[in-house]
């Protein structure tokens, strides 16, 4: 082991401990899909159907590989960061997704959540229901882009109320994450 100790200008003795040869692991996942191509804007099929938006609401199949060691789960969000709220929109939150899991299935997000993988749930979205929201972002607005993220966490379950709030969960989802992977997409049609 190598210790290193340095003095800082305010004082404060600080001290650095590290292995040679035993780096802290880093991994970049990868998070795929037939449905949505990143940076490029969501298809029909992805819109939502409702609040003047006629799309499908069929949240599309996810694939994720290049897993860190240590994953126990999988939490997966959409999130618009650019919804005239003051704080994004949550369009889809899942949680619970069991760590050899590495695949949603297209429409896994419809309400119900039969279509998950067993042990998984969804959260409230923003729009008030369990499921997958599609976007629908306002008339005439800019492109808002849709982050679609799925997380590698260091933990089986997560322990969010069924009522909680989607950034509740996004509280929890980021105390526990390893890694992460997003797909962005675009989008301004209705």
Known sequence: ??????????????ISLSTWGAE???????????QVTNGQSFH??????????TGKNVSPELQWDKV??????????MYDPNAPTGSGWWHWVVINIAGDVHSLTENAGKEGGKQ???GARMLRNDFGFEGYGGACPPPDATPHQYHITVY??????LDVDSNASPAMAGYYILQHMLAKAVLTAPTNKR
């Open 152 to 157: 590698a966490l260091d933990i089986a379950n």
């Open 1 to 14: 082991m190598k210790y290193t100790i340095s003095l800082l200008v305010a004082g404060l003795l600080s």
């Open 24 to 34: 802290k692991q880093t991994v970049t996942m990868n998070l795929k899909s037939p």
């Open 116 to 118: 998950l993988p067993k």
């Open 44 to 53: 029909n099929q992805q819109i939502f159907n409702h609040w003047g938006c």
């Open 68 to 77: 860190p060691d240590g994953t126990k789960s999988f939490a997966v969000t």
